[in-house]
């Protein structure tokens, strides 16, 4: 039974892109055009997690032997260790992605390792906010690189694979950004301040809510780990940030550009995401209750 079901496991790791079963994720997201990298970061692993937790807590009295906790927790150290540290060699931004995703699936497995109603609550919650903000990230990428094709580049953009599915490619090609689009390189800004964790965004409150579940429970190492992680992969979303706001821009803004018209739904997802993000700092409650309640609600079940 817990042969079985530890077989199961790997293969549900395999496909939330978990180390040591990541290898096949950075690949996917840089070659599939971001429109459709959109569903596959967001949508199986959304599914596939709430499946885990379901496992995780309706299966866990019967499975506590070695094999089955041990591997969560093996698998959540490899998968921060690994989006951390490979991410900083990154320089095309949905490789860059895809280690930052690995990283967080990390925090998501300690939490479902550790099992109790606050690390669940920390789970429920954490799972909300990144998938929120990973959507909106995916989202403004699509809307740069759409920006891009209507400005004149100093750089050569004939050299970039499938250009015209996916413009923006390489984290250089964010230069100066800022200049450009003000509006849309603070929405990315917001999006990745919260994936380094930075109070009082929402990311923030998700780490914390994990690491306080993982030390009360005896998890110290693990809850070091990632703190140590979350610190190194700050360097390369802190990066992205240096190439927005603070390096000189490649693009001359013409005529075509100033008579471009943005698609207005993917605008106002954008300034939606972006919006309640920000509106956690004011209102946090409503998120915080609904972690609760849903954490509550699986325990008492």
């Known amino acids: 039974m817990n042969l079985a079901l530890l077989i199961m496991s790997v293969g549900y790791l395999f496909k939330v892109s978990a180390a040591p079963f990541h290898f096949w994720s950075p690949d996917v997201y840089d070659s599939l055009a971001t429109s459709v990298t959109i569903f596959v970061a967001t949508i199986p692993k959304i599914s596939l997690f709430i499946f885990l937790l379901e496992l995780v807590h309706y299966a866990g009295l019967s499975m506590s032997e070695f094999s089955w906790i041990n591997a969560l927790l093996l698998s959540s ?8 540290i490979v991410g900083l060699v990154q320089y095309r931004i949905k490789r860059l992605l895809a280690y930052s995703t690995i990283s967080h699936v990390g925090f ?15 789970f429920l919650f954490y799972l909300m906010q990144y998938s929120l ?15 891009l094709t209507c400005v004149e ?7 970039l694979l499938d250009y015209y599915h996916s413009p923006l490619q390489h984290i250089s090609q964010l230069k100066g950004y800022f200049h450009l689009n003000p509006l849309l390189s603070l929405s990315l800004a917001v ?18 809510m994990v690491l306080s ?4 429970n005896g998890y110290v190492f693990l809850a070091l ?7 190194v992969s700050a360097a390369y979303y802190l990066n992205i940030i240096k190439e927005i706001f603070f390096n000189k821009s490649n693009y001359t803004i013409g005529p075509v550009y100033h008579n471009t018209h943005f698609s207005s739904s993917l605008t106002i997802t954008i300034s939606v995401l972006t919006l309640v993000i920000l509106l956690f700092i004011i209102s946090p409650t409503e998120w915080l209750s609904t972690a609760s309640i849903l954490a509550l609600n699986l325990f008492n079940t």
């Open 108 to 122: 998501l497995l300690l939490a479902l390792a550790v099992n109790s109603v606050e690390s669940i609550q920390g």
């Open 77 to 84: 150290l490899l998968s921060l260790i690994v989006g951390s």
């Open 225 to 231: 780990v990632a703190i140590l992680t979350s610190v």
């Open 191 to 208: 999006c990745i301040f919260s994936f380094v964790g930075i109070p009082p965004l929402v990311g923030f409150f998700g780490k914390q």
């Open 133 to 147: 903000t990973n959507i909106n990230v995916f989202f403004i990428i699509i809307l740069i690189g759409y920006s």
């Open 213 to 216: 579940a993982a030390l009360q």
């Open 153 to 159: 580049n100093n750089s050569d953009k004939h050299k």
